[in-house]
């Protein structure tokens, strides 16, 4: 398994850059280009941050829409990951005991960017 190669984009590159370098080092720039869609000449532009469009927004759409999806332990189903991090940015919900468990296991998921022990695990 190849470490994914987003380095073009910086020290924090944009959420689809990750989930698209990722997918490629789990499998190969071919066989994801098919999974979403999109050749794999211009996957590796993407990635190296050479892409020839002035937006990538339409590539951050396609790859959002394959890649971006969460198996959600909380909500109990896919999500997108904008719909996880609305769900963890709610406030407490003090008037439910059941949504207080839900809402405090939230904030230890591994998918949880501003989780200390996500990143750790991230960094291993």
């Not at 759409?61 to 609305?86: F, H, K, M, S």
């Amino acid at each position: 398994m190849n470490a994914p190669r987003t380095e073009a984009w910086g020290a924090q590159p944009p959420l689809f850059v990750q989930l698209l370098g990722a997918e490629v080092a789990r499998s190969t720039i071919t066989a994801t280009g098919k999974r979403i869609g999109m050749s794999r000449s211009a996957i590796s532009l993407v990635l190296a941050n050479r892409y020839p469009s002035p937006s990538t927004a339409g590539v951050e759409r396609r790859v959002l829409a394959v890649l971006g999806r969460i198996e959600c332990l909380v909500v109990g189903e896919g999500i997108t990951a904008d719909e996880c991090q609305r769900y963890r940015d709610k406030p407490a919900p003090t008037h439910n005991p059941q949504a207080m468990q839900k809402w405090k296991a939230c904030l230890h998921c591994h998918f949880n960017p501003d989780c200390q022990e996500a990143t750790a695990s991230r960094l291993h």
